[in-house]
């Protein structure tokens, strides 16, 4: 498993009943999540003295109560610097289990030594992009959702990083990929979070067990003649990170040769030393 065990500004404090305790910075938040299947006792005082619990309702969705918040504020991780807010579906506009995929980018890059393209797919708000802008990468970021794009843009700016040679793209992926390989632009490095589920611009329907290998395929058509990474991440219940793999080991490995690793992403939880599971990543690299 890989650990993001070097955040300041982060902590799992404690996990019980479908539920984890955290600190964001100042701020104690309590929010569900499904790989908490044990209820073991809640003794931590802060279980009972958070600032704001995500509570999911019974007929689909939830909400945030004790909202005693800023509209937003930030953390950070080393020298990136991310707006949390919460939003709906119990999210804050980071997974801080990604740090350790960030750490990998910045590492890759500033041992390249040449200049390095890189492809954020799904990017979300930026830390990704955060991460390979700050190690010296020129980079691509690519969202369908316009408001993610203009928050990521605001994460680079307070990061220090909005002079940098950063593209921000609204658009859905499938759709730039394709345009990208029209017009001959390739890329050293690959990043991509795609969705369980969702819907193209056209209701065209994504399924992640359908679609992703397909999706693999088409992208691979944007590497550059000496790619350097590509990260594939799924939050999909049930995907094994070795099924990551196994795609990657397909339609990279035997072009490029180069290697495969995957793993479970984890979080370590202060109070019981245990490690929260958090997701499942592939990586390629040479």
């Known amino acids: ?17 479908g539920e984890k305790l955290e600190r964001w910075g100042n701020y104690i938040l309590v929010r569900p999540d499904p790989q908490v299947i044990w209820d073991t006792p809640k003794k931590n005082p802060l279980w ?69 393209q890189v492809l954020n797919l799904f990017a979300y708000t930026g830390g990704a992009t955060l991460a390979a802008a ?47 390989i029209k017009r001959g632009r390739r890329y050293d490095g690959i990043i991509m979070d795609p969705p369980s589920y969702g819907r193209g ?28 990474f590509w990260i594939i991440n799924s939050y999909t219940t049930g995907l094994a990170p070795s099924v990551l793999g196994y795609i990657l080991d397909t339609v990279v490995t035997p072009r490029f040769g180069g290697h ?6 984890g979080l370590p939880v202060v109070d019981t030393k245990l490690i929260l599971p958090c997701g499942s990543t592939g990586r390629w690299m040479r």
């Open 1 to 17: 498993m890989w650990i993001a065990d070097q955040w300041q500004d982060y902590q799992v404090l404690d996990t019980s009943d």
């Open 201 to 228: 611009p056209s209701g065209e329907v994504w399924k992640l067990e359908k679609d992703l290998y397909p999706f693999v395929q088409l992208v691979s058509r944007v590497l550059s003649e000496d790619p350097l």
């Open 48 to 116: 009972r003295n958070y600032d704001a619990r995500y509570a999911r309702s019974h007929t689909g969705g939830g909400k945030w109560s004790a909202h005693h918040l800023p509209e937003r504020w930030q953390i950070a991780y080393k020298d990136l610097v991310f707006h949390i807010k919460p939003m709906n579906f119990k999210h804050t506009g980071v997974f801080p289990e990604q740090a350790v995929n960030w750490d990998f980018i910045m590492e890759k890059i500033r041992n390249a030594g040449r200049p390095i």
């Open 134 to 180: 700050a190690a010296g990468a020129s980079v691509c970021h690519v969202d369908a959702a316009k408001g993610m794009v203009a928050w990521a843009r605001e994460n680079a700016k307070a990061s220090g990083l909005e002079e940098k040679p950063i593209r921000w793209i609204v658009d859905d992926c499938a759709k730039f990929i394709e345009r990208e």
């Open 260 to 265: 495969c690793e995957c793993q479970e992403l």
